[in-house]
């Protein structure tokens, strides 16, 4: 088989794994890539077809494990607004399920209450639970009696 129509493959192997991201048809393009010079070195189809196959299967024995665990990973640094998510404030202005005002991170921001049915006093440590735009979502540390 020529060299070229590897190449073609492994172009053609490519562009789907950009498409599908399951890092399969990527590691069977780089695996083509080994036949095409296996090829041009001028070994014969067996050879090509032999190499293919060890390169696939090394690839997908060997590298996508240890790729898919690393994409699996959570990112260490959260950032922006995420980042206060889990976070410890405390009311400044009693906060309501519409209204209200709590300082976070030295900042006052705006808050509401996770539960609607919570009306959090000022003074109350409170975690916030979500951030929406620029309203923080929290619940009291503490149950309210």
């Given amino acids: 088989m020529p060299w070229f129509l590897w190449l073609l493959a492994a172009a053609g192997l490519g562009v789907a794994e950009f ?27 067996f050879g090509q077809l032999v190499a293919f196959g060890v390169a696939a299967g090394a690839g997908l024995v060997m590298v996508r494990p240890v790729a898919l665990r690393h994409m699996a990973q959570l990112p260490l640094m959260r950032e ?15 906060v309501t399920a519409t209204c209200g005002l709590i300082k976070l991170s030295g900042e006052e921001w705006s808050a509401r209450a996770f539960d609607e049915s919570l009306v959090i006093p000022a003074g109350t440590l409170v975690d916030v639970m979500e951030i929406e735009g620029a309203t923080a979502v929290v619940y009291p540390r503490e149950l309210l009696p």
């Avoid at 890092?23 to 780089?30: A, I, K, N, Q």
């Fill in 19 to 45: 498409f599908t991201l399951t890092l399969v048809l990527g590691l069977l393009s780089g695996a083509a890539l080994v036949a095409a010079v296996v090829a041009g070195v001028g070994i014969g189809v």
């Fill in 80 to 94: 922006g607004s995420d980042a206060l998510i889990g976070k410890r404030a405390e009311v400044v202005q009693e």
